[in-house]
């Protein structure tokens, strides 16, 4: 019973601590998920052209703050963690370095004293840098015991650096390409056997993957499918999951006894609705492991339904309504009924655990 107890505050801590860190941007997120969703629209429709300045400027403010992600969960990671804000922004500022990202987000590698820095995407990603800065905050507690305040200003920063930026580099930012080059690999195993299984295993999966910043590594699969076959297999698979998290929010926001967790609960349902899944990932369902599974089995539901249409992406896209044109063709009503069923699915297992999530936020109680 105690051992029980010491779990359980155990997995309270670390539900608090990413709570903390994803809090304060989760309205910013929603809002830049809905702009980025509207000036997408908007050029479908021939309101604005992608050449025109309204384009760019919105489009750069809205899907800037996806890119520079990394960036602002160094600064909330900092003031969870006590950490130097300026050193613990430097880690993502040589992450997202243009020299940098050119090389490892282009396939590339860097020798580092010997060492092979693996490619790997750290634009928007989540897991990377989060594990730099609470390294970081173990680094820094030897620095301010031993080093001088003569010498600690600008000693501090350099050998906080010194030792960080390579573990960050070496082992945590490979770590979301290495699971999602397996996954990978797995699903085109189990394709090759059946689609409804594969499409199930991808629609599970996927929002896991977007939490640890797997799913990049699917990206270049799906545009050099397209690019060589004219048409890409996985894609379709995920549209379920996507609409999993949307149903799963709004069930949120039904049950949630909290007004501030209602009103965040519908912001990720309408961002979800409108194809991005961040806030309801960062701000609803990672924290609360039974809307969290209730999603990814909807996911899994609707891509399976997809794998059975034989649904193709004709380019690039990932799927949502508003970029169903993108996935026209063979088996392309039952791909938008997949999406349908996704929400119904992630509404009403969610709705299920009413007492449970209702009472005590989908959180472990204390």
């Not at 580099?169 to 797995?186: H, Q, S």
């Not at 991005?276 to 609803?284: I, Q, S, Y």
Request: net charge positive; charged share 10%; proline share 5%.
């Amino acid at each position: 019973m105690e051992n029980a107890k010491q779990k359980n505050k155990v997995y309270k801590s670390v539900i608090d601590q990413i709570t903390g860190i994803f809090l304060p941007i989760i309205n910013y997120l929603t809002a830049a998920s809905i702009l980025k969703s509207v000036v997408i629209l908007l050029a479908n429709f021939g309101v604005l052209s992608k050449e025109s300045g309204a384009y760019i400027l919105f489009y750069a403010v809205s899907d800037g703050f996806f890119y520079f992600l990394p960036m602002l969960l160094a600064i909330t990671a900092s003031k969870q963690w006590k950490t130097d804000l300026f050193i613990s922004i430097l880690i993502p500022i040589a992450m997202l370095y243009p020299d940098v990202s050119a090389i490892l987000e282009n396939g590339k590698t860097l020798d580092f004293f010997g060492f092979t820095v693996q490619p790997a995407i750290y634009h928007s990603s989540v897991i990377p840098v989060l594990l730099a800065v609470g390294f970081l905050h173990f680094v820094e507690k030897p620095c301010d015991k031993f080093l001088p305040e003569s010498l600690k200003g600008f000693l501090k920063p350099i050998l906080c650096c010194l030792i960080v930026l390579p573990v960050t580099f070496l082992l945590f930012g490979p770590i979301g390409g290495w699971i999602g080059n397996a996954l990978t690999a797995v699903f085109y195993s189990l394709y090759g056997l059946s689609p409804v299984v594969a499409g199930a295993f991808m629609g599970f999966f996927i929002q896991p993957m977007v939490v640890v910043g797997a799913h990049w590594s699917i990206v270049p699969v799906s545009i050099t499918a397209i690019a060589t076959t004219g048409s890409d297999s996985i894609m379709p698979l995920l549209g379920g999951a996507v609409y999993g998290q949307c149903g799963a929010s709004l069930a949120m926001a039904v049950i949630t006894h909290e007004k501030k967790q209602r009103n965040i609960s519908l912001q990720a349902a309408l961002s979800c609705a409108l194809g991005v899944t961040e806030p309801a990932l960062f701000g609803v369902t990672l924290t609360r492991p039974g809307a969290m599974l209730a999603a990814c089995g909807a996911g899994a539901v609707g891509g399976a339904l997809a794998g059975y249409a034989g649904t193709q992406c004709n380019s690039f896209a990932f799927p949502s309504f508003i970029t169903s044109v993108a996935f026209v063709g063979k088996g392309f009503g039952l791909f938008l009924l997949s999406m349908v069923l996704g929400f119904v699915l992630g509404f009403v297992l969610t709705l299920l655990q009413k007492k449970w999530l209702g009472n005590n936020n989908g959180k472990p109680s204390s």
